[in-house]
């Protein structure tokens, strides 16, 4: 069930756009992101890395990545996904971080979705990655 707004849930992917690091030589539609006490979260079925299928019965194996975004959108308040649990790509960790209020992180990043890409080994690769860590 939504909590009026949101599912509390990113995507990757689609036919047209790339879902790395999630259905590489696969494409479909990725949960690539769980916001914390989001619907999605509560559930506590899905995880990142989950392929969505369908949409409320809507087919979404082959679709664009903003059809996608509109299936959910339009899912009305209670959503039923069709989800598929992919195996985690080799060396992903979720990493959690404290900080106080105003203090940065201490890491620099680069890459990411229109800017160039960071991975030397992979032009495709729209991925974020840490540049530089900086001693505590």
């Known amino acids: 069930m939504k909590d009026g707004k949101s599912l509390g849930l990113s995507i990757v992917g689609g036919c047209?756009?790339?879902?790395?690091?999630?259905?590489?030589?696969r494409p479909g539609v990725f949960i690539s992101k769980i916001a914390a006490n989001s619907p999605a979260?509560?559930?506590?079925?899905?995880?990142?890395?989950?392929r969505i299928l369908e949409v409320n019965e809507r087919d979404i194996r082959?679709?664009?990545h903003i059809e996608a975004v509109e299936a959910?959108?339009?899912?009305?308040?209670?959503?039923v996904l069709l989800v598929t649990h992919e195996p985690?790509?080799?060396?992903m960790r979720v990493i959690e971080v404290t900080r106080k209020e105003g203090?940065?992180?201490?890491?620099?990043?680069?890459?990411?979705v229109g800017k160039p890409a960071a991975n030397p080994a992979d032009e495709r690769d729209e991925g974020i990655f840490v540049e530089?860590?900086?001693?505590?």
């Open 62 to 64: 082959k679709a664009h």
């Open 103 to 112: 203090q940065t992180l201490g890491i620099s990043i680069h890459g990411g």
């Open 16 to 25: 047209d756009h790339s879902s790395h690091p999630f259905g590489v030589d």
């Open 72 to 79: 959910l959108k339009q899912s009305g308040p209670r959503v």
């Open 132 to 136: 530089k860590v900086e001693p505590s």
């Open 88 to 91: 985690q790509p080799p060396g």
């Open 41 to 50: 979260a509560r559930c506590q079925r899905l995880r990142i890395g989950d």
